[in-house]
Protein backbone atom coordinates (compact mmCIF):
# COMPACT_ATOMS: atom_id res chain seq x y z
CA UNK A 1 0.00 0.00 0.00
CA UNK A 2 2.59 2.55 0.71
CA UNK A 3 4.10 1.67 -3.26
CA UNK A 4 0.95 2.69 -4.25
CA UNK A 5 0.54 5.85 -2.22
CA UNK A 6 3.99 6.93 -3.60
CA UNK A 7 2.58 5.82 -6.77
CA UNK A 8 0.00 8.50 -6.76
CA UNK A 9 1.57 11.43 -5.02
CA UNK A 10 4.38 10.61 -8.00
CA UNK A 11 1.53 11.30 -10.56
CA UNK A 12 0.04 14.11 -8.88
CA UNK A 13 3.42 15.80 -9.17
CA UNK A 14 3.57 15.04 -12.65
CA UNK A 15 -0.10 15.94 -14.05
CA UNK A 16 -1.31 18.81 -11.35
CA UNK A 17 1.27 21.43 -12.88
CA UNK A 18 -0.05 20.56 -16.46
CA UNK A 19 -2.96 22.60 -15.46
CA UNK A 20 -2.31 25.48 -13.54
CA UNK A 21 -4.82 26.91 -12.06
CA UNK A 22 -6.93 24.13 -12.42
CA UNK A 23 -7.70 21.96 -9.07
CA UNK A 24 -7.49 18.65 -11.15
CA UNK A 25 -9.00 15.88 -9.54
CA UNK A 26 -7.17 12.68 -10.05
CA UNK A 27 -8.92 9.34 -9.43
CA UNK A 28 -6.79 6.03 -8.72
CA UNK A 29 -7.73 2.80 -8.66
CA UNK A 30 -9.42 0.87 -5.59
CA UNK A 31 -9.96 -2.73 -4.35
CA UNK A 32 -7.66 -5.38 -3.62
CA UNK A 33 -4.23 -3.68 -4.40
CA UNK A 34 -2.44 -6.95 -3.63
CA UNK A 35 -2.31 -9.85 -6.27
CA UNK A 36 -6.22 -9.77 -7.10
CA UNK A 37 -7.22 -12.26 -9.77
CA UNK A 38 -8.14 -9.90 -11.83
CA UNK A 39 -7.60 -6.17 -12.36
CA UNK A 40 -10.33 -4.61 -14.26
CA UNK A 41 -9.38 -1.14 -16.62
CA UNK A 42 -11.92 1.89 -17.97
CA UNK A 43 -11.36 4.87 -20.15
CA UNK A 44 -11.34 7.52 -17.55
CA UNK A 45 -12.98 9.05 -14.38
CA UNK A 46 -16.58 10.54 -15.35
CA UNK A 47 -18.76 13.15 -12.98
CA UNK A 48 -19.12 11.25 -9.90
CA UNK A 49 -15.84 8.97 -9.89
CA UNK A 50 -14.10 12.61 -9.62
CA UNK A 51 -16.92 13.93 -6.88
CA UNK A 52 -16.11 10.43 -5.06
CA UNK A 53 -12.63 10.07 -5.98
CA UNK A 54 -13.27 6.82 -7.11
CA UNK A 55 -13.35 4.60 -10.26
CA UNK A 56 -16.68 3.38 -11.31
CA UNK A 57 -18.93 4.49 -8.96
CA UNK A 58 -22.80 6.46 -9.96
CA UNK A 59 -24.18 4.93 -13.28
CA UNK A 60 -20.97 3.34 -13.88
CA UNK A 61 -21.03 1.46 -10.75
CA UNK A 62 -24.28 0.15 -11.59
CA UNK A 63 -22.19 -1.65 -14.54
CA UNK A 64 -19.60 -2.86 -12.09
CA UNK A 65 -22.35 -4.18 -9.91
CA UNK A 66 -24.20 -6.14 -12.76
CA UNK A 67 -20.76 -7.49 -13.78
CA UNK A 68 -19.69 -8.42 -10.42
CA UNK A 69 -22.89 -10.14 -10.19
CA UNK A 70 -22.25 -11.98 -13.23
CA UNK A 71 -19.04 -13.05 -11.98
CA UNK A 72 -19.80 -13.83 -8.51
CA UNK A 73 -17.32 -11.58 -7.02
CA UNK A 74 -17.41 -8.80 -4.70
CA UNK A 75 -15.54 -5.74 -5.75
CA UNK A 76 -13.72 -5.94 -3.02
CA UNK A 77 -12.08 -8.93 -4.56
CA UNK A 78 -10.63 -7.44 -7.06
CA UNK A 79 -8.66 -4.40 -8.28
CA UNK A 80 -10.48 -1.37 -10.22
CA UNK A 81 -8.74 1.45 -12.63
CA UNK A 82 -9.01 3.52 -15.39
CA UNK A 83 -6.26 4.62 -18.31
CA UNK A 84 -6.55 8.15 -17.70
CA UNK A 85 -6.63 8.89 -13.87
CA UNK A 86 -8.18 12.85 -14.85
CA UNK A 87 -12.22 13.51 -15.93
CA UNK A 88 -11.75 14.50 -19.63
CA UNK A 89 -14.20 17.33 -20.51
CA UNK A 90 -15.77 19.52 -23.10
CA UNK A 91 -18.52 22.11 -22.90
CA UNK A 92 -21.67 21.47 -24.14
CA UNK A 93 -23.69 23.85 -26.24
CA UNK A 94 -25.72 24.78 -23.35
CA UNK A 95 -22.52 25.63 -21.74
CA UNK A 96 -22.51 22.85 -18.61
CA UNK A 97 -19.29 20.94 -18.56
CA UNK A 98 -19.87 17.28 -19.94
CA UNK A 99 -17.52 14.09 -20.34
CA UNK A 100 -15.65 13.57 -23.65
CA UNK A 101 -13.31 10.72 -25.00
CA UNK A 102 -9.95 10.45 -23.93
CA UNK A 103 -7.56 12.06 -26.49
CA UNK A 104 -4.98 10.60 -27.97
CA UNK A 105 -2.55 12.80 -26.04
CA UNK A 106 -3.83 11.95 -22.33
CA UNK A 107 -4.39 8.34 -23.73
CA UNK A 108 -0.11 8.39 -24.19
CA UNK A 109 0.55 10.42 -21.18
CA UNK A 110 -1.13 8.35 -18.69
CA UNK A 111 -0.19 5.12 -20.07
CA UNK A 112 3.11 4.23 -18.54
CA UNK A 113 1.95 5.33 -14.94
CA UNK A 114 -1.01 2.71 -15.50
CA UNK A 115 1.55 -0.26 -16.46
CA UNK A 116 3.39 0.99 -13.30
CA UNK A 117 0.30 0.70 -11.73
CA UNK A 118 -0.07 -2.48 -12.78
CA UNK A 119 3.34 -3.47 -11.80
CA UNK A 120 2.69 -2.75 -8.16
CA UNK A 121 -0.95 -4.42 -7.93
CA UNK A 122 0.72 -7.33 -9.51
CA UNK A 123 -3.07 -8.39 -10.87
CA UNK A 124 -2.79 -12.30 -11.85
CA UNK A 125 -5.16 -10.98 -15.29
CA UNK A 126 -5.99 -8.02 -17.10
CA UNK A 127 -9.74 -7.08 -17.90
CA UNK A 128 -10.06 -4.42 -20.43
CA UNK A 129 -12.98 -2.34 -20.95
CA UNK A 130 -13.51 -1.15 -24.50
CA UNK A 131 -11.21 0.05 -27.14
CA UNK A 132 -8.63 2.45 -24.59
CA UNK A 133 -7.45 0.33 -22.06
CA UNK A 134 -7.20 -2.64 -25.14
CA UNK A 135 -5.14 -0.27 -27.26
CA UNK A 136 -2.61 1.12 -23.97
CA UNK A 137 -1.97 -2.72 -23.35
CA UNK A 138 -2.33 -4.69 -26.80
CA UNK A 139 -0.93 -1.91 -29.50
CA UNK A 140 -3.74 -1.47 -32.47
CA UNK A 141 -6.08 -3.82 -31.72
CA UNK A 142 -10.16 -3.26 -32.42
CA UNK A 143 -12.55 -4.26 -29.15
CA UNK A 144 -15.25 -5.89 -32.12
CA UNK A 145 -12.52 -8.54 -33.21
CA UNK A 146 -10.50 -9.16 -29.97
CA UNK A 147 -13.72 -9.31 -26.96
CA UNK A 148 -14.81 -12.47 -25.34
CA UNK A 149 -11.14 -13.85 -25.72
CA UNK A 150 -8.23 -13.97 -23.86
CA UNK A 151 -4.79 -12.73 -25.47
CA UNK A 152 -1.34 -11.62 -24.21
CA UNK A 153 -0.83 -7.75 -22.83
CA UNK A 154 2.69 -5.98 -23.72
CA UNK A 155 3.59 -6.76 -20.27
CA UNK A 156 3.01 -10.85 -20.07
CA UNK A 157 0.11 -10.89 -18.31
CA UNK A 158 -3.50 -12.36 -19.36
CA UNK A 159 -5.78 -9.86 -20.85
CA UNK A 160 -9.52 -10.26 -21.56
CA UNK A 161 -11.29 -7.67 -23.34
CA UNK A 162 -15.22 -6.65 -23.30
CA UNK A 163 -16.75 -4.22 -24.72
CA UNK A 164 -16.68 -0.99 -22.40
CA UNK A 165 -20.54 -1.06 -20.45
CA UNK A 166 -21.34 2.53 -21.81
CA UNK A 167 -21.17 1.05 -25.51
CA UNK A 168 -23.49 -1.37 -24.43
CA UNK A 169 -26.04 1.34 -23.46
CA UNK A 170 -25.88 2.99 -26.49
CA UNK A 171 -25.90 -0.11 -28.73
CA UNK A 172 -28.56 -2.76 -26.98
CA UNK A 173 -27.59 -5.46 -29.44
CA UNK A 174 -24.53 -5.53 -27.59
CA UNK A 175 -26.03 -6.54 -24.32
CA UNK A 176 -26.19 -10.20 -25.04
CA UNK A 177 -22.83 -10.07 -26.23
CA UNK A 178 -21.31 -8.23 -23.00
CA UNK A 179 -23.24 -10.60 -21.14
CA UNK A 180 -22.27 -14.34 -22.75
CA UNK A 181 -18.27 -12.42 -22.35
CA UNK A 182 -18.17 -11.62 -19.08
CA UNK A 183 -19.82 -15.41 -18.34
CA UNK A 184 -16.69 -16.66 -20.71
CA UNK A 185 -14.68 -14.84 -18.64
CA UNK A 186 -16.05 -16.10 -14.88
CA UNK A 187 -16.10 -19.84 -16.78
CA UNK A 188 -12.18 -19.85 -17.33
CA UNK A 189 -11.02 -17.65 -14.98
CA UNK A 190 -9.48 -20.47 -13.19
CA UNK A 191 -7.85 -22.11 -15.63
CA UNK A 192 -5.87 -18.46 -16.76
CA UNK A 193 -5.04 -17.27 -13.54
CA UNK A 194 -3.68 -20.83 -12.58
CA UNK A 195 -0.59 -19.99 -15.30
N1 LIG B 1 -16.28 5.49 -14.92
C1 LIG B 1 -14.99 5.09 -14.83
O1 LIG B 1 -14.38 5.18 -13.76
N2 LIG B 1 -14.40 4.62 -15.94
C2 LIG B 1 -15.02 4.49 -17.11
O2 LIG B 1 -14.44 4.02 -18.07
C3 LIG B 1 -16.38 4.91 -17.17
C4 LIG B 1 -16.96 5.41 -16.06
Known amino acids: MADLKAFERE???????????????????????????????????????????????????????????????????????????????????????KNR??????????????????????PRALVTLGNVPLRALMGKSTIGDMHGKWHTACNGLPLFALYHPAAVIYRRELKQVYEQDVCILRDSLTIQTRK
Request: glycine share 8%; aromatic share 8%.
Open 11 to 97: VEAFFKPLFPGEDKILVFGDGQHDAPPLMLIGEAPGEQETIKRRPFVGKAGKNLDEFLELMQMKREDIFVSNVVKIRPTAVGSTGRI
Open 101 to 122: APSREEIELFTPYLMKEIELVK
